[in-house]
C-alpha cells in the first residue's frame, strides 16, 4: 500500500509550527539563495550528514545541537542571501517591458534554436578537428539513429547520461560522440571519430 503524505501533513504528524511568508517572498528568498550559495555545505554544513549524527528527537533539541556544532551558520547563510536580495533590488526598477521582451525573445527564439540546433555545431568543429567535411543525416539516417557524418563516419549525439541509461533497445549503428551540458556550454567528447 501506498500512502501520499503532503508536507502539510507531515508538519502536522510531527507538531511543527513553520512561518508564513507573504506571497511570492519565498520564490525571490529561494531565487537570491541559489545565487548567493547561502545554504550550501560550506556555509551551513552537510544536513544530510548532521541529521543523521543527531541522535535527539524534537525540533527544539534539533536546534540547540545544530547551532551549538555551526554557532555561525544562520547568520553567515542570511548574510549571503540578503546581499544577494539586495543586487536584486538594485535592478528591478531597471526590469521594464522592452527588456521583458528582449528576454522572452531571447528564450523562446535564440536559445530554443541554439539547444535544438546544436548538433551541427558539434558535427562542424568535429570536421575542423578532424579536416574533412561534415553533414547533417537526412531522414532515413535519421531513422537509423544517425545524427550526421564526420567525414564518412556516421555519427550520433547523445548527452552523457544517455551511456547510463540501462535497456535501451535501440541499435545505433554510427560512431557516438557523448555531450554534457555546463552553464556557458557542453562539453564534447569527440573520442570516438578523432584520434
Known amino acids: 500500500m501506498r500512502i501520499k503524505l503532503k508536507n502539510e501533513e507531515i508538519k502536522a504528524l510531527l507538531n511543527i509550527d513553520t512561518p508564513d511568508f507573504p506571497k511570492y517572498t519565498t520564490q525571490i528568498i529561494n531565487l537570491a539563495n541559489q545565487n548567493a550559495q547561502g545554504t550550501r555545505p560550506k556555509v551551513v554544513g552537510q544536513l544530510s550528514d548532521l541529521i543523521q549524527e543527531f541522535t535527539g528527537k524534537t525540533m527544539p533539541e534539533w ?109 545505433i549503428h554510427a560512431k557516438m560522440i557523448f555531450y554534457k551540458k555546463v552553464k556557458d556550454g557542453i562539453i564534447v567528447d569527440y573520442s570516438a571519430v578523432i584520434d
Open 63 to 171: 536546534e540547540e545541537w545544530y547551532i551549538k556544532g555551526h554557532p555561525d551558520a544562520i547568520r553567515n547563510a542570511t548574510d549571503k542571501v540578503v546581499g544577494m536580495v539586495e543586487n536584486f533590488k538594485g535592478v528591478m526598477n531597471k526590469i521594464d517591458e522592452e527588456m521583458v521582451r528582449r528576454w522572452v525573445h531571447d528564450l523562446v527564439i535564440v536559445k530554443t534554436f541554439i539547444g535544438l540546433k546544436f548538433q551541427e555545431a558539434v558535427l562542424k568543429k568535429g570536421a575542423e578537428k578532424k579536416g574533412v567535411s561534415y553533414r547533417l543525416a537526412n531522414p532515413s539516417e535519421e531513422s537509423e539513429g544517425i545524427d550526421g557524418y564526420i567525414g564518412d563516419i556516421p555519427v550520433s549525439i547523445k548527452p552523457e547520461t544517455y551511456q547510463m541509461k540501462k535497456g535501451l533497445n535501440e541499435e
